[in-house]
């Protein structure tokens, strides 16, 4: 079972950037990064494969970024021009048995905890 730890959220100002980090107890092929406002769906917002080839959700295409280290087994967002709509609890996910760079909530296996980003 992979065990997926998640930091660096918090409250900013419009315009304002974060950088969100995800911890993975292993290492694991496909990553990537959800969102999820009260009430709504989980959305994904980023996924990246092994190699690095990436996916991004329209609405944040040129805004954020991912990445991850392979060494360290740790997956980045960074997340810039933020807006109030961006505000969600982002979330890490991660699978073993696929190397892809999907945006499906189903792709994934594992998924963190959360952490809040809220943007006012």
């Known amino acids: 079972h992979v065990q997926l730890v998640e930091s660096g959220g918090g409250s900013v ?3 304002g950037s974060l950088r969100l980090s995800c911890v993975a107890s292993e ?9 999820q406002t009260p009430g709504q769906e989980r959305e994904g917002v980023a996924g990246i494969d092994s190699a690095g080839s990436t996916a991004y959700y329209d ?7 991912i990445s991850r ?12 021009s933020l807006k109030p709509e961006d505000t969600a609890m982002y979330y890490c996910v991660a699978d073993q048995r696929y190397n892809w760079c999907s945006l499906y909530d189903l792709a994934y296996a594992y998924s963190g905890q959360g952490t809040q980003v809220t943007v006012s």
């Open 59 to 65: 609405s944040v295409k040129d805004r954020f970024t």
């Open 69 to 80: 280290d392979n060494a360290m087994n740790t997956l980045y967002l960074q997340l810039n």
């Open 13 to 15: 100002q419009a315009g």
């Open 27 to 35: 290492f694991t092929k496909s990553m990537g990064w959800f969102r």
